[in-house]
């Protein structure tokens, strides 16, 4: 009897650490644009129970030490969200606050992730497949969004705005960000596969296509602008492979840069969105000048906004979730335009739409700390693995994680997207996914 119980006890730890993570894994990183109440929510948030299960019932039975590194990026994660639930309670804990926490209970969650699935020693091949799937199906998502769905009279923007792909959420920001993100993963899945399996080189380049034709369309700007920034990091990638090969590879990088932008700038939405950025900005006159519909005008001034907030509480900043309230009595102040709390019908913006600016004006100067530590720390590791001729096999995985980090670094530069759950679950995903992947492969990994 005692020893079924162990060969059970066996089978579900092989089942809660070799197969189902990932299974898991894949189904929410490649439906995280498509589905993402139907697949990629419920499997994310399976596999993040499955790793509070590991951390209570499983690690206790087959207890293994943790490396320096996997700790430190724990602690990492541990941090950014308890930095946030002490500026809440420092202002007091009302249902906005509570709101905005859920959000960071990803972070609190990736504390677990992490050492979980530096355990479970998936295969490697899992995160390409992942990835070149999300692509793909954000391309074909975007197709049918602008040949079907934009023609649908209930799915008109408002007037004088054209129709933007955002996904099954319907949100073009961070459909397109993702979209860019996945876009930039394939192409460098491109040149990790390329001599190797032509099979996979056709899949990357299906997908880099794809997911290029989803950022597109979604008509963010912030994303497009990623991809010289994701170029230079995959040029050094095949610098570093073909060291007898650097000026073709740096021609064929300025090539590149330079046939994009022209093929881009000859799309007509890309167009237009430029010369709305520069009417926007021509336009722009602090205060009560601001006009609703100036997406840049109400950025800076809910900027303005976000540093008068930080200069009365530096330290802990005004408290998460409470932004919107000091939006309106600034606005009712006459201190910033009324444009910021008349958007979404009244209910006015809840973010300052810059993760930097956001963090200092709710979590203060130790918010951004953590903020800072979330980025770099993680960057750190991602470079360090990239430059080391010790670990061939991860080097990879450490040029992914390159581009994740910078994107999302970037990106937060014209939007909150740490704050919102969609691409707060996805950065927590993709960065616990591809450090387990460079512990697991690091020497004295196991201790």
């Not at 190797?196 to 008509?219: D, H, I, K, M």
């Not at 932008?261 to 430029?274: A, F, H, K, M, T």
Request: proline share 5%; net charge positive.
């Amino acid at each position: 009897m005692i020893g079924k119980l162990d060969s059970l006890a066996a089978l579900g730890g092989e089942l809660l650490t070799r197969h189902a993570p990932g299974v898991l894994l894949v189904a929410s990183t490649a439906t995280v644009t498509v589905a993402y109440y139907q697949l990629h929510g419920p499997a994310l948030h399976l596999l993040l129970i499955m790793s509070l299960i590991w951390a209570a019932w499983h690690r206790r039975l087959h207890p293994r030490p943790l490396d320096t590194t996997t700790r430190l990026l724990a602690m990492v994660f541990l941090l950014y969200a308890l930095v946030a639930v002490l500026s809440a309670i420092s202002s007091g804990l009302d249902r906005a606050a509570l709101d905005r926490l859920e959000t960071f209970s990803y972070y609190l969650a990736g504390a677990l992730l992490l050492p979980f699935l530096v355990d479970c020693r998936l295969r490697p091949d899992w995160f390409w497949f992942a990835i070149a799937a999300a692509a793909l199906l954000s391309g074909g998502y975007a197709l049918w969004e602008m040949q079907v769905r934009a023609f649908d009279p209930a799915f008109q923007p408002p007037p004088g705005l054209e129709y933007r792909a955002g996904g099954s959420k319907a949100k073009p920001i961070p459909f397109g960000d993702i979209s860019a993100l996945v876009a930039t993963l394939s192409l460098l899945g491109i040149c990790v596969a390329w001599g190797n399996s032509r099979p996979r080189v056709w899949l990357f380049g299906a997908a880099a296509l794809a997911g290029a034709y989803a950022t597109l369309v979604s008509g963010t700007r912030a994303a497009w602008l990623f991809y010289p920034t994701a170029a230079v990091v995959i040029a050094i990638y095949l610098l570093q492979r073909y060291p007898g090969r650097r000026r073709r590879i740096l021609f064929a990088l300025l090539g590149a840069i330079l046939v994009g932008g022209i093929l881009v700038g000859q799309s007509p939405s890309v167009r237009d969105r430029v010369a709305t950025a520069i009417t926007e900005l021509r336009d722009y006159q602090s205060g009560t000048g601001v006009r609703a519909g100036n997406s840049l005008g109400e950025r800076f001034e809910m900027w303005r906004a976000a540093w008068m907030a930080f200069e009365a509480h530096p330290w802990l900043g005004i408290g998460v979730g409470h932004l919107n309230a000091y939006f309106k009595q600034a606005a009712a102040q006459g201190a910033i335009s009324h444009a910021i709390v008349e958007f979404d019908r009244g209910n006015g913006h809840t973010h300052a739409h810059s993760d930097y600016v956001d963090t200092l004006a709710t979590r203060g100067i130790i918010g951004l700390g953590s903020l800072l530590l979330l980025y770099l720390v993680p960057l750190a590791v991602f470079a360090r693995t990239a430059v080391s001729r010790h670990t061939p096999g991860a080097r990879p995985f450490g040029y992914a994680g390159l581009l994740v980090i910078l994107g999302y670094m970037q990106f937060s530069l014209t939007d909150s997207i740490l704050l919102a759950r969609m691409t707060a679950g996805f950065f927590v995903l993709l960065v616990c996914w591809l450090l387990a992947a460079i512990c697991a492969k690091s020497p004295g990994s196991r201790g």
